[in-house]
């Protein structure tokens, strides 16, 4: 019988599960939920060398210079991790470009490297799955929800569906050579199969209705240079995780003309090779190109075609595309086919006892620390997805309490803290809805004090995810809007949510809604000329926003300052459209009557309705003694 070889059987189960991997059962079903697919398979194949090693006491060191680069890139992304990168264990765990994603790849790059295993075969039958998915859908051929896209995007499957089909393209090729009629046949038709889905997701990404939302080539290029200008960060790096910030330094004035003005930032520059860049410096950058480089000599130096025309689809993939786990999934099958293993040569350690023993203990508490916090930290990812179950059955208890839990588990996730702070707001607003129309005297201290307890928790939240990353303008945001909510119910809470913005404002300069929101609030509280510079700064950022002008316009007003006001009203009419806009035009049109008028009395019963609102300050809760906070 014919020895069953495990590494070509654990090889092929990756390589054909891995795309085809999506989990229901978190928040994000596919980047995050293969992650954790990755870390498990790197897991069982550390057990198993180590297994392996403490009963043969072999250990097989010899690597080839790709293998070495490859090496050197993954301590450039830890070290990138530990310097620069604020939220370090975010960044460990970015499914998109971090650490233990590309940790994990690069170790079953050493299985798949040596396994003997024709890699592309299963890795064709995964793709030919997921291309019969594609076709149901849009033939709607089937109406079943769980019946999705596994790579979970269209840009990473048409990826993945046109290098299939040059490698079923290359294999028809070589059975016409062999004259092997029923296989070629058989091969033709499945090519057919993927050009048709592929067919069917080309015409998607085209479509006008299907929007996919990517940063401007010329700000992620921006982005890569600027963090040149600093000798820590041009070295290691702005830190993985931490893109967004050196996007909003960049961010300028065109932006906020495109369409993509309402997009604050990006996670992920347009090209990976920037990302990697931006990311991890000039050493995260050169130990990878080196790395490739390495590749480019062994397929130059071989006859195989089709080993060159992959190692050249997948850099110009990298170079034009933005960061995934499938796209570094697809480069290190590649490298792992390129650079395959066939010689091994073994250290015997029966008689380096010591060393021996002293490497098992290692791995083995390796091993155990890692599958510890890995299953902690997918526990956490668990109940953030049941957490947001119950806030979709309106269940508070059950939101409250899973969401409580995932921080318990993961206390480092951004998104943990800011939706902890927004629920418990959210709680905050139901129990003073519960007293708003009682009199002082018949609210009980218990329900002043449950109000109290959901506002503290919001904003020790809110507090915990700034200083996660004290860096990203959005965590300021989100602190910002807390103290927002709460002007009227709590002492100085205006003063700390002005403060708040002001630092979001310095993280994103060229931000408008931030100065909008600045200009909200001080119109809130009455310092209308305060209110005026916030919205004129906004209107300078973005000369387009009719929402600006109209807010300008009434501070302008409660200034008695007509003149301005209706200039302002007369540029919020010229900004809008008639037809798309029919409502918000006639209001505004009606309030500047209002204005040319000088008729104060009507401007409650003008701004009840519309897009156009300026909030009021009898929208706020209010509370009788206020808290102190």
Do not use: C
Request: no cysteine.
């Amino acid at each position: 019988m014919r020895k069953i070889n495990l590494k070509s059987i654990l090889s092929f189960l990756i390589v054909l599960i891995i795309p085809l991997f999506f989990n229901p059962f978190i928040q994000d079903y596919f980047s995050t939920g293969k992650l954790y697919l990755l870390l498990f398979f790197a897991l069982v194949l550390i057990f198993i060398s180590t297994a392996n090693f403490i009963f043969s006491k072999k250990i097989n060191p010899k690597l080839n210079f790709f293998e070495v680069f490859l090496i050197f890139f993954n301590v450039s992304l830890l070290l990138s991790t530990i310097i620069t990168s604020t939220n370090k264990i975010q960044a460990l765990l970015n499914p998109n470009f971090g650490f233990l994603m590309i940790f994990s790849l690069t170790l079953i790059y050493f299985l798949l490297s040596r396994s003997h295993l024709n890699i592309f075969l299963p890795l064709t039958i995964a793709v030919s799955i997921t291309s019969l998915i594609k076709i149901f859908i849009s033939l709607k051929i089937f109406k079943n929800p769980y019946l999705v896209n596994p790579f979970g995007n269209e840009i990473d499957f048409l990826i993945f569906n046109i290098f299939v089909i040059f490698f079923l393209f290359s294999q028809v090729l070589k059975k016409i050579k062999e004259k092997n009629l029923q296989q070629t046949l058989f091969l033709v038709l499945i090519s057919l199969f993927n050009i048709s889905a592929l067919v069917f997701s080309s015409s998607e990404i085209f479509n006008k209705n299907q929007v996919f939302y990517l940063p401007p080539f010329y700000l992620s290029w921006n982005a890569a240079i600027e963090i040149l200008k600093n000798p820590i960060n041009a070295f290691f790096g702005i830190g993985i995780d931490n893109f967004s910030i050196i996007f909003n330094k960049v961010k300028d004035l065109a932006y906020n003309q495109s369409s993509l003005w309402q997009i604050y930032s990006f996670n992920l520059s347009r090209s990976t090779i920037l990302h990697l860049l931006t990311e991890t410096g000039v050493l995260g950058l050169s130990s990878f190109l080196l790395s490739i480089g390495y590749l480019y000599k062994l397929v130059l130096s071989n006859k195989n075609v089709f080993n060159k025309i992959s190692l050249v689809f997948i850099t110009l993939v990298l170079i034009s595309l933005p960061t995934s786990i499938n796209l570094w999934f697809l480069f290190f099958l590649i490298a792992s086919k390129i650079n395959e293993k066939k010689d091994h040569d073994y250290f015997d350690l029966q008689e380096a006892k010591i060393l021996h023993i002293g490497i098992s203990v290692f791995l083995m508490i390796f091993l155990s620390l890692a599958g510890y916090l890995g299953g902690r930290a997918f526990l956490s990812e668990f109940y953030f997805k049941k957490s947001l179950d119950g806030f979709a059955k309106n269940n508070a208890k059950e939101t409250y309490d899973n969401l409580k839990q995932a921080i318990i588990l993961n206390p480092y996730f951004e998104k943990y803290r800011v939706s902890f702070s927004q629920l418990n707001l959210l709680l905050a607003n139901n129990f003073y809805q519960q007293i708003k129309d009682k009199k002082p005297e018949e609210v009980k201290e218990e329900d002043r004090q449950r109000i109290f307890q959901a506002i503290q928790i919001a904003i020790s939240e809110a507090k915990a995810a700034v200083s996660l990353n004290y860096q990203k303008s959005q965590n300021w945001e989100n602190l910002g809007n807390i103290y927002e909510r709460i002007i009227g119910a709590v002492n100085e809470a205006e003063i700390w949510a002005i403060s708040s913005y002001q630092r979001a404002v310095v993280l994103d300069p060229q931000n408008p809604f931030y100065r909008f929101k600045l200009g909200q609030i001080n119109y809130s509280i009455n310092k209308y000329d305060d209110a005026s510079r916030f919205f004129e700064q906004a209107i300078s950022l973005k000369p387009d926003w009719p929402n600006a002008y109209y807010n300008l316009a009434w501070s302008y007003y409660q200034n008695k300052n007509y003149d301005k006001a209706t200039l302002m009203m007369n540029s919020v009419l010229s900004l809008l459209d008639k037809n798309k806009n029919k409502e918000d035009y006639e209001k505004a049109k009606k309030e500047l009557d209002i204005f040319k008028n000088k008729l104060s009395e009507e401007f409650e019963e003008s701004t009840k309705s519309g897009e156009l609102n300026l909030p009021q300050k009898d929208q706020q809760p209010k509370l009788e003694p206020k808290l102190n906070i």
